[in-house]
C-alpha cells in the first residue's frame, strides 16, 4: 500500500506526528516542562496532521479551548482529503 502510493505514507506519517506531538506537549504542560510551540502544532496540522491533531485533542483534553486549533485541525483534515481525491 505504502509503496504503491507514497501519499498515504505521508498522511499518516504527518498524522501520527501530530498525535504524538500533542501527546507531549498536554505531558510537558502536566509537568510544566519545555512545551512544543504553538506555531509548530499549527503548521503540522494544516499541512496534513489534522486528524491526529483532533483525535490527540479529543483523547488528551489538550488545546480544547483554542478555537484556532479545533480549525487549524480542520483545515488538515480538508488538506487530506484533498490531497486523497487529487492522487486518486
Known sequence: MFSE???WFYLVLVNLYVFFLM?????QAVKKGQRISEKNLLFMGIVGGGL???LAQRLFHHKTRKK???LCFLIGVAVDLLLIIYYH
Do not use: A, E, I
Open 5 to 7: 502510493n507514497p501519499l
Open 23 to 27: 501527546y507531549y506537549d498536554k505531558r
Open 52 to 54: 491526529g491533531g483532533l
Open 68 to 70: 484556532k486549533f479545533y
